[in-house]
Nanobody, 130 residues
Framework: RVQVVESGGGSVPAGGSLRLSCVAS????????MGWFRQTPGKQREGIAGIDSGGNTYYADSVKGRFTISHDNAKNTLYLQMDSLQPEDTAMYYCATEPAFTVVPDLCATLVTAADFGYWGQGTQVTVSS
């Protein structure tokens, strides 16, 4: 069965950096769309970055220029490099994967913005202090 496990969260001061990792297992990563999301209490889950097996990437305006998404095909591991972190980045961060995916322009971005994925991790907390 498909499993998704995030790691790498923690507490950093404003201006600091963190790298989140997400290992997905239980399927062969041929065509995929994977994404990072975040959520704070009382708010809707926000899709912040996505990448598909064609190498297409998507970033929400809130993180563009500060966060970088990447994927290691050999390890089927998704990463999110987060730089210039600010207190408003404090949230629970989630990874999700859609393993049976056919690359179509902008489709992965659409899934990320709609948070429409089949498999989710349990989340990792990121706290940024001012």
């Amino acid at each position: 069965r498909v499993q998704v496990v995030e790691s790498g969260g923690g507490s950093v001061p404003a201006g600091g950096s963190l790298r989140l990792s997400c290992v997905a297992s239980g399927y062969t990563p041929s065509g995929y769309c994977m994404g990072w999301f975040r959520q704070t209490p009382g708010k809707q889950r926000e899709g912040i970055a996505g990448i598909d097996s064609g190498g297409n990437t998507y970033y929400a305006d809130s993180v563009k220029g500060r966060f970088t998404i990447s994927h290691d095909n050999a390890k089927n591991t998704l990463y999110l490099q987060m730089d210039s972190l600010q207190p408003e980045d404090t949230a629970m961060y989630y990874c999700a994967t859609e393993p049976a995916f056919t690359v179509v322009p902008d489709l992965c971005a659409t899934l990320v913005t709609a948070a429409d994925f089949g498999y989710w991790g349990q989340g990792t907390q990121v706290t940024v202090s001012s």
